[in-house]
């Protein structure tokens, strides 16, 4: 699966996934081209083309598209607030950067199913898939495919 | 509660050091400000002030001192 990688300084979030499209699937698309579920969940209109995600932190922004619903999270590594891993982490690893993978597993499950942070017993359905290769950065995909697991990031 | 408590909690919510935070600071310069800072500031507000954050008031937030006052 092909994460598309760009720097914030250069792209707005539409930017990036309009470029990361053309690159993709040779076509432009536009901004009425995407319509928000009752959660906030962004999706293309047209139900011939894949569903996308988008995550930005730090100096990057991320976008994947995959055939199913897909949630896509890239984290700076740094400390969590601790009033953050008692109320949300499911993992009891104290250490930061695993703690961090954690954190993206949580925020990507949400985005897949558009429906905000979910709880330990949520975790029923999805695929994880988890990267380090952004050096500072972890990176996780959740989806519902079950095949092109493997993580390709691509700088644009 | 005062508002340097306030922003004390903040401080140790984000966990920066003393004496980075003031009522002029400007949120979009705070890289802790990112989605998880909002996280743990909609955590913070639920439990220590009773009151319930959302994603339109938050964008509002220009200043540490919108989330003091948000705070009461």
Known sequence: MKIYIGKREEYSSFELLQKAYWIRYSETVSEESIVRNSNGKPYFKSLTMPFFSISHSGDYLACVFDEDEVGLDIQKIRRIPQIVIRKYLHTVSTDPVQQIFEWTKIESYGKMNGSGIPTEDDYDQGVFVSTSELDGYAITICTKSEKNQAIELVYI | ?72
Request: hydrophobic share 40%; with cysteine; net charge negative.
């Open chain 2, 1 to 72: 509660m005062t508002n340097p408590e306030k922003i004390a909690l903040l401080e140790e919510t984000w966990e920066l050091d003393e004496g980075t935070l003031t009522e002029d600071t400007v949120l979009a310069d705070l890289d802790e400000f990112d989605s998880m800072g909002k996280l743990s500031l909609i955590v913070l507000c639920d439990d220590e002030f009773g009151k319930k954050l959302t994603g339109e008031t938050i964008k509002a937030f220009q200043t540490v001192k919108d989330i003091l006052d948000f705070m009461g």
